[in-house]
């Protein structure tokens, strides 16, 4: 049995660590959800995090960083705790996605991949999120915004500073 | 959430159930759910895969291929396990069909993945969705736990004696999983990048067993073409593209949303009377008709059935079907640099000509949207586009090459006129934005 002695994750997610990697054919198909879900909720994959992960699915910590740095949501640093995901492909583009993301930028104070000093948000500026028809879009953590105006963005992020927006784990 | 459009020229297979509540277990039965796949396990394999063949149903993904033929190569007999792989990964951009699908429909993947495993003797499915879909994930989820606890999935599904499992998986941002190989690749735990073929998914595919992948749009059509008939299902298209099939309409258009529409129907019409003409009485200028990966349409090139061999005729490609409509005031150097960053910031690395390639195009359509171009750049760009096309594993590279061709071989006066100064359109972005960006 895989279950690991002192986890860094809550019990909860240790559970379904301890789920999920007997329910694939081969334990590693577990990698990329386990990476995702830890970022979840450490916020960033920690090295702690990767050799745990590694031990779990009884591979090597090398193995883990080999795929933990192919995956564009995959993080090793710490985010906001709200993290802006601003798509500017091209439908999005076409319809003002750059203004969003400008409008991100001078409202929160950051730019692409950083994080403001209160912790609170940071921005990232992202390929086609699937949501071409509503554009432009962005998410918030793992929440869809459609049909953005620089207005409705200030609404979403007073609402979000306020602890009315998701936080969706 | 996204707002669901609708228009009198749609003809409602697939999208049948939407906004109906079907995502609940119980509507989605009311509504004729699950009785396709009772009917498949009752009529066996053979049935199944002649009433995929009659139906003409062409893969959804984008590259057309027929579904039923697709199913028929598996082996029937094999060594090692078999197994369904639900393909949504959708990241092309202009694409966001398969996100209503999961939203409104989630039951529909679910008994499409069945049927396809009676179809080639599997006994599990795998239902795979990129990372950003959480909420889809979670909707999936909660539905393939609704299926075991009615017992249409598991040991003895209806109590037939058949068994069948479905997992779940995200992926976590990647673009180049939704190559199928690829896509078996991270759903064996490790980097999306592709494989070689031969051999084929369905020979050696998923952990080395013969694989069925397919599209999400595809699989969700099967409980509707074996309750409906396959004839029935391929009256509604043209010759050899049967059906229908969700366009996703964005861009400078009036009304931008995911129609259902038959094969085959008109690219103008679809503009100018589902989408309801360009936005604010602006006049078109280009089209890229299936996803960013097909080449360019001009505004008198539209005249032309969406399906995929009247699509091939036209030069370009029904791909995935997101059409992305561009009005007079863009400016196609732009337009084409940002696709190229995107395919760029996208390719994995694995082939050089794409990693290269990619690379050496967007510096140069920098340089040349800077300001600093050479009329010889565009050939160069054309140049690296031809040399990238069929040199790769799997077709990101051709993904990247063939806008990039269209637009400088379709705009090279334009291409021209703004390395000699006189730009059209309207810029959006500056050089500082692409460069200091995220790509």
Redesign the interface.
Known sequence: MSTVANSIFSPELAARFDHLVTIYPLRRSALVPMLLYAQDELGYVSDAAVAEIAERIEILELDVRNVLSYYSMLRTKPAGKYNVQVCTNISCMLRGGYEILDHCKKTLGVGHKETAPDGVFSLEEVECIGACCWAPAMQINYDFHDDLTPEKVDVLFQMYRDGQGKDVK | ???LVSHPDEVKVISRRFGMGAADIEKYIELDGYKAVQQAIANGPAWIIDTMKASGLRGRGGAGFPTGMKWSFVPKVSEK?KYVLVNGD???????K??VIFLHDPHAVIEGTMIAGLAIGSK?GFIYL??????LLKIVEKAVADAYAKGFLGKNIFGTGVDFDI?T???????EVGEESALME???????VPRIKPPFPAVVGL?GGPTVINNAETIANAPHILLMGGEAYAKLGTERNGGTRLF?????VER???YELPMGYSLRKAIYEVAGGIKDGKKLKAV?PGG?SCPVLTADEIDVGLDFDQMGKAGTMLGSG?I???DET?SIVE?AL??IA?YQ??S?GWCIPCREGTDWIKKTLTRVYNGGGSRKDVDNVQYLAENMMGRTFCPLGDAAAMPTLGFVKKFRKEFEEYIDGNRAGTP??TVE?LV???H
């Open positions: 959430m996204p707002a396990p959708e990241s092309e951009p202009g694409t966001c398969d996100h599990l990129r990372g950003e879909y959480r909420y997992i998986q995200t992926g976590a941002g990647a673009y991270s759903l064996e735990g490790k980097r999306g952990y996703g309409i964005s861009g400078h931008p949303g995911v890229v960013a997101g992305v409509v561009l863009v337009f940002r696709t995107f910031h996208e994995c959006l972005i934005q200091g960006a995220g």
